[in-house]
């Protein structure tokens, strides 16, 4: 067989996957480029622009000047990586739910003890800047953070694992202030299937649906950002509010575990859930994604033909890296995945979750940080979208998700006691 490092085979996976990135709907330009960009600005300073995943949390956790130091991460500063307060001014940030992450692999002493730390760094950094950032609790926390000039600034945990199969102390995390939680994170739990681990249970089990409920009960947002199909599918079968997916993609641009399927995206209208497109490259490129398959198929066929040579392989690897080098995602490949959320979903359930302090610092070019957001906005009023349209993707969809899920919550209260299974 012929060596895979010699095909021409990227060429042909980059050009399938993209016949399936939707063409930009043919409009009349209105704008140049820089009146664009000077009407997003303009536009971003009258509606608050909620970003759904920001990780910065554990960027101070894992910062290696100062570990979990909250005073030696000064935000008032340039900070290492995409996140501080200069450049959310200039991106306009309005709301911001900040990841409470911790990995599904920690083993420790338990989740829970990991969990409270990630919960005080975010409350102490949040705490730690009065004059740009408050504390917000609801959507209506958040619009009048926004009128005063703040950030309203949300707890989000990112993995079900941390509640160590106790809906108390799931109660226990909403009273901290937490306001969605991802069902899992990277790793399969006792009740649900993660989207990057094997599928053990089809779904949601029993209890799983049961944590369902008492989010919803709560007030609390089910994300469905990091879970499988089958999960995302039982959740929607179970949940009485919206549901949201914190930092997830269209699966049928880029054919990522972590994306969203068609399928899904088509039930959203009647559950009034929010997709909020992730700027991580591997998600959002097609062409990236092209890239990453045919370096694997390279790979396995390298360590087949050379099994007993590792040494050998590596060379080959890093022979083939050289001569084919990565493609860059761009801001235009965000743009044409939002587009797509909108042109299956529907515009009212689409939103932005950029994953900022959690990716790498090869962001898409245009979108290197927070100040960049003002940037994407006026790609998509060069293709033809409404002020209306934009105030929804900005925030409007995901406040009135959360604020529905308020609502919810007061209903289910009256009539719903707190549910006090586990798993042992």
Do not use: C
């Not at 970003?51 to 000064?74: C, F, Q, S, T």
């Not at 999960?231 to 949201?244: F, G, K, Q, R, T």
């Amino acid at each position: 067989m012929r060596s895979l490092l010699h095909t021409p085979l990227l060429a042909i996976v980059v050009t399938s996957l993209a016949a399936q990135v939707p063409a930009t709907r043919p409009v009349a330009k209105q704008h140049t480029a820089a009146e664009a960009l000077a009407h997003a600005n303009a536009l971003l300073a009258t509606t608050p622009l909620v970003d759904g995943h920001n990780d910065l949390p554990w960027a101070i956790r894992e910062d290696k000047r100062a570990p979990m130091d909250v005073d030696a991460y000064d935000l008032r500063k340039h900070t290492p990586h995409q996140t501080d307060i200069a450049r959310m001014k200039a991106g306009h940030v309005g709301g911001q739910f900040w990841s409470v992450y911790i990995p599904g692999e920690i083993r420790d002493s338990g989740y829970a003890r990991v969990q409270l730390e990630q919960i005080d760094i975010a409350r102490r950094m949040i705490a730690k800047y009065p004059e740009f950032l408050t504390p917000a609790y609801t959507a209506a926390d958040v619009r009048a953070a926004f009128k005063a000039g703040k950030v309203g600034s949300l707890l989000g945990m990112e993995g079900g694992h941390a509640i160590e199969n106790s809906l108390g102390s799931l109660r226990a995390y909403y009273a901290l202030g937490v306001r969605y939680m991802t069902l899992t994170h990277n790793v399969t739990l006792d009740w649900a299937d993660a989207a990057l681990d094997s599928a053990k249970h089809g779904g949601l089990t029993p209890f799983g649906k049961d944590v369902v409920r008492e989010m919803n009960r709560l007030g609390m947002l089910v994300d469905l950002a990091h879970v499988s199909p089958g999960v995302m599918s039982n959740a929607l079968d179970v949940a009485e509010a919206p549901v949201i997916f914190s930092h997830s993609a269209a699966r049928a641009l880029v054919d990522h575990r972590r994306n969203v399927p068609d399928s899904i995206l088509r039930r959203l209208p009647k559950n009034g859930g929010v997709v909020m497109v992730p700027f991580v490259p591997g998600f959002v490129s097609p062409a990236l994604r092209a890239h990453v398959v045919l370096r694997s198929a390279v790979a396995a066929d390298a360590r087949r033909r050379l099994s007993t040579d590792s040494a050998a392989v590596t060379r080959e690897l890093a022979a083939w890296d050289k001569t084919h080098p990565a493609p860059h995602a761009t801001l235009k490949d965000v743009a044409d995945q939002i587009e797509y959320v909108r042109k299956i979903a529907g515009v009212d359930h689409v939103g932005i979750g950029s994953d900022f302090d959690g990716v790498d610092d090869d962001l898409p070019d245009g979108l290197q940080d927070q100040a960049a957001f003002p940037a994407l906005f006026a790609e998509l009023i060069m293709r033809g979208w409404s002020d209306r349209d934009l105030k929804k993707l900005a925030g409007e969809n995901v406040l009135r998700a959360l604020g529905t899920a308020e609502q919810v919550a007061k209903r289910l209260q009256k009539s719903r006691a707190a549910r006090t299974k586990t798993i042992l």
